[in-house]
């Protein structure tokens, strides 16, 4: 598995922060999320807006269910 923006045991990091890190870029314009260990090392502007970030999964197919057509009644209402 590739991970990116991470610090790797030599002290080195990969993907962009690598890239700013090594002065192969001046600067990078990413939705990058500001760690403590980030802060140690980079300068990071202010925040410019904030985002919210969501997870979507799919959703499950509904299941037959025998009871189905008596569950709009409450419990106590009998034949």
Same mark, same amino acid.
């Given at each position: 598995m590739t991970v990116y923006g991470v610090q790797l045991p030599n002290g080195s990091y990969t993907g962009l922060i690598g890239h700013v890190n090594r002065n192969e870029v001046d %600067? *990078? !314009?990413t939705p %990058?999320? =500001?760690t403590p260990f980030r802060l140690q090392a980079f300068d990071f502007t202010e925040f410019l807006f904030m985002d919210q970030q969501q997870l979507l999964g799919k959703r499950p197919k509904p299941?037959?269910? !025998?009871?189905?057509f008596i569950k709009?009644? $409450? $419990?106590? =209402? *009998?034949a």
């Open positions: %600067l *990078s !314009i %990058l999320m =500001v299941e037959a269910d !025998i009871t189905g709009p009644f $409450p $419990p106590y =209402v *009998s």
